[in-house]
């Protein structure tokens, strides 16, 4: 597995605080949620991650009571702005130096695409803190991208076919600045199965995504991981 640099990681994400990505919630987020008969109305949320604030801001109108923890000081600016919540809410933290003080227990903890930006021993540890403030029965979440594929076509070329001939298996994102790592199916097991006394998987599922530029298209495939706290 690629080693994580945390400097590298917060150059990276320092450099993009002022990134606007238009972002709208995640759909199978919700999906999952509410298949899995999980309520949000004045259950409390915490978004570890929360990058443009899209998903805590779908949970804020759907009645959560919401907290989040970012690295970019100008996302939780945003979401402050936007929410006109206390500002003890929402915290502005490196999860590869340590993870904040929460004084209270959260029903819904989750995370996207953000634990697969930390060290190994770091990923650990704030999954460990995110059970030590999660209630019994309490929901934990989280999501990272599980494979990418990328086929080059010119932007005219209107034929899409999922072929693995066509497609060709990236091991890093577009760019290639971007430090993301993808965590292999083994290290997943090995992971859930050390938490496995505080926490069981009760769904498993994946959805894409696509990202084309004018002249490449690339398809993504997320995995959702839905544990419910044991412990
Ligand atoms: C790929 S984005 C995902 C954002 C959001 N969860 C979403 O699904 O749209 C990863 C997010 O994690 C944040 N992040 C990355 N490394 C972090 C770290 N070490 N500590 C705290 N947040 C971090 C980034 O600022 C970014 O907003």
């Keep these: 597995m690629i080693k994580i640099e945390p400097k590298k990681i917060s150059k990276y994400?320092?450099?993009?605080?002022?990134?606007d990505l238009y972002m709208c919630p995640n759909i199978t987020l919700f999906r999952l949620l509410s298949i899995n008969n999980v309520k949000i109305r004045n259950k409390s949320i915490l978004d570890i991650g929360f990058g443009e604030g899209q998903n805590i801001i779908e949970f804020y109108k759907r009645?959560?009571?919401v907290f989040g923890i970012e690295i970019r000081q100008e996302k939780v600016k945003k979401v402050l702005n936007l929410t006109k919540l206390s500002k003890k809410r929402f915290k502005t933290a490196d999860l590869n130096i340590g993870f904040p003080i929460f004084e209270k227990k959260f029903d819904i903890i989750y995370s996207l695409d953000t634990l697969n930006y930390l060290t190994s021993k770091n990923r650990h540890s704030t999954i460990k803190s995110a059970l030590n403030i999660l209630k019994k029965n309490g929901y934990f979440l989280f999501h990272y991208p599980q494979a990418q594929l990328v086929q080059k076509k010119k932007f005219d070329n209107l034929d899409f076919t999922i072929n693995n001939s066509k497609y060709k298996k990236r091991k890093t994102f577009v760019p290639k600045s971007n430090p993301v790592i993808f965590l292999t199916n083994k290290y997943i097991k090995n992971l859930i199965s050390s938490f496995?006394?505080?926490?069981?998987?009760?769904?498993?599922?994946?959805?894409?995504?696509?990202?084309?530029?004018?002249?490449?298209s690339s398809l993504t495939i997320n995995r959702f991981l839905l544990f419910k706290k044991i412990n």
Excluded: Q, V
């Excluded at 994400?13 to 990134?19: G, P, Q, T, Y």
């Design 13 to 19: 994400w320092n450099k993009l605080e002022k990134e």
């Design 63 to 65: 009645g959560g009571k």
């Design 196 to 216: 496995s006394k505080e926490m069981k998987l009760i769904s498993s599922i994946f959805d894409t995504g696509n990202f084309s530029k004018k002249d490449s």
